[in-house]
């Protein structure tokens, strides 16, 4: 592995490189046989065959007409602006802008890097960058969803209604994704009920609620 220590560089391949998963292989017994790597498309290359999903000719073949044909009109128009504002950043640098986000991204760090740019300045583009992997990834992978058996310590409600009708029992909702050894990460907890919604927007403070909760409500 190669050392690295440039964000900015980090941001860009996670957009940009292949992704590898290790998926452990487990026996009915329950017994690790091995562990498999298994390598997806970067998140613009998955995000870009979602935009046009024909592209994707290995799927193509043994999908559904009605799915290969299905535009993803959120992927499309936010990829758009993607491949659009990486072009701009291209023609700063004096560099060709393309309709591909990667390749463009590709073009551009070296070119913004030999102009020895300020921190601050660097840190916009780091932003910019961090916030597409964050939407490509929820796009392609929505958070799982659970309900929190307690009543929110906020509004105190039980049970909600939504806008379009739907609710339920239990307000708190527990937003979280799996990794890659299959362990869940806690993301957000959101109070459907209160008014405008409560969040509790990161891991840290959704395990305080929950610590909170469940020492309000033991014995
Ligand atoms: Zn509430």
Known sequence: MKE??????????????PIRVKVPQIDDAGQHIKTWTITHDSLLDQFRAAVIPSTNTAAGSSALASTRNMLDST?????????????????????????DAKENLTHWY????????????????????????NLIREHLDPPRRRSITY???????????????????????????????????????????????TIWPTRDAARELLEELTERHAG
């Open 75 to 99: 992927a499309l128009y936010e990829y758009s602006k993607i491949a659009s504002a990486t072009g701009d950043w291209c023609r700063l640098v004096g560099r060709t802008a393309t309709r």
């Open 110 to 133: 070296p070119a913004f890097q030999a102009e020895y740019p300020e921190p601050d300045v660097t840190k916009w583009y780091l932003t910019e960058l961090r916030q597409w992997a």
């Open 151 to 197: 009543p929110c310590p906020v509004c105190g409600k039980t049970s909600w209604i939504g806008a379009d009708g739907d609710g339920g029992t239990w307000p708190l909702e527990l937003q979280y994704r799996v990794d890659d050894s299959n362990e869940p990460v806690i993301e957000r907890v959101i109070c459907r009920a209160c008014e405008p919604h």
């Open 4 to 17: 690295q220590t440039d964000p900015l560089l980090d941001a860009i391949e996670a957009l940009t490189k």
